[in-house]
């Protein structure tokens, strides 16, 4: 039998070393869900880049299929399937609908970033304009929390237009933004959870649907505060085509990234106590600033179920940063006492965000 030559046999140790290097990347990615950013700073940066990660494996997978010994395959398939349960928060196969005539008792959950209402009546894809408040009205939903509201457009007059005569409005800051519910249900309290005199802040409302009481959670945690400057710069990295000065000011970047990601994690553990102390079902709505695979989304969902991965199909995002990515980073989530169906988040062109949607019916059986 032929050895194999000098210089395959140093191929192969390359193989082997980058095999190892992207495989630990991406169980670094799956340790992120647990470790709080404030402990370990840099540790969610593999959660950012999960995505990468999974691919590089997969193509390391077929790598070794090609190039042998196949047994080096398993390296990556093992890693790869131990974090099954994190592929699925964001890849469905198949969705769940719920037909027209089991909607009773049903209700339609609607949450959207809305930017402030700055890109109302865009035109879109297929050439036709939209109204932001006509794409609501024609939603069907119940309920719509809205993130980065503006009090430019008075909420009564938006509750008008929506038929909705609920709602509670909450200005987190001193330029008149903050967050949003409005109900077709009568809201029967209220609270302020948190605000930190920007566009974030957290609050409930609790809403009587069908006879029961459900706390609704309308959440916008830490923003980045990425401008078109800065997705720029991440862009023309990604295509290595940057200057020294945007080094520099990629430096800044990620010193605002690690910050942001800090704030987040004081929020949640805030949010997470009012979710647990609850007296009736809950429902989470809102942008969390981060991917599926973060500490975040990790703590906020707890036991809870995910809307998309209960009842979406194929890979959702809610955020697009031009070539560089796209990320799910809004989200429903929502007590066992529920089943979701008819998830969707359809790409339209009203916010920087797109919306999330679903409809919640409680399963047959439930209990507080």
């Not at 070539?323 to 920087?352: C, V």
Request: hydrophobic share 40%; glycine share 6%.
């Amino acid at each position: 039998m032929k050895k194999p030559s000098r210089w395959k046999k140093f191929f192969r140790i390359l193989l082997v070393i980058g095999n190892i290097v992207v495989a630990a990347g991406l169980l670094l990615a799956y340790a992120c869900c647990r470790i709080n950013p404030e402990k370990l700073w840099w540790i969610g940066f593999f959660g950012l880049a999960y995505l990468w990660l999974l691919v590089a494996n997969l193509v390391f997978i077929a790598l070794w299929w090609l190039v042998r010994p196949r047994k080096y395959m398993l390296l990556s398939l093992v890693v790869i399937l131990s974090g099954w349960n994190v592929s699925a928060r964001n890849i469905r196969l198949s969705g769940r609908s719920l037909p027209e005539n089991r909607w009773e008792n049903s209700f339609k959950m609607l949450s959207f970033n809305v930017h402030m209402f700055r890109q109302n009546n865009v035109v879109q894809a297929d050439g036709t304009k939209l109204d932001i408040i006509d794409f609501f009205s024609n939603s069907g939903a119940d309920l719509i929390c809205m993130q980065e509201f503006s009090n430019a457009i008075q909420p009564d007059r938006i509750g008008e237009q929506l038929q909705m005569s609920y709602h509670y409005v909450e200005l987190t800051s001193t330029s008149n933004l903050g967050i949003a519910t409005f109900s077709r249900f009568p809201i029967v309290n209220r609270q302020l959870i948190y605000a930190d005199n920007s566009v974030n802040g957290c609050i409930y409302t609790d809403v009587l649907i069908h006879g029961d009481t459900v706390r609704v959670f309308n959440l916008h945690l830490k923003s980045i505060g990425f401008g078109n400057r800065h997705l720029r710069l991440l862009n023309n990295a990604l295509r290595r085509e940057y200057s020294e000065t945007d080094v520099r000011a990629a430096k800044s970047i990620v010193k605002q990234m690690v910050g942001a990601a800090i704030r987040r994690s004081r929020q949640v553990a805030i949010v997470e106590r009012y979710i647990t102390q609850s007296p009736y079902p809950v429902v989470i709505c809102g942008d969390f600033n981060d991917p599926p695979v973060s500490y975040s989304y990790q703590r906020i969902r707890g036991d809870l179920r995910d809307a998309f991965i209960d009842a979406g199909s194929g890979r959702s995002t809610t955020y697009d940063i031009g070539t560089l990515s796209s990320q799910r980073i809004d989200y429903i989530l929502h007590a066992k006492y529920f089943q979701s169906y008819d998830y969707e988040s359809p790409h339209i062109h009203l916010s920087d965000h797109h919306p999330v949607i679903c409809r919640l019916k409680k399963q047959v059986g439930a209990k507080n």
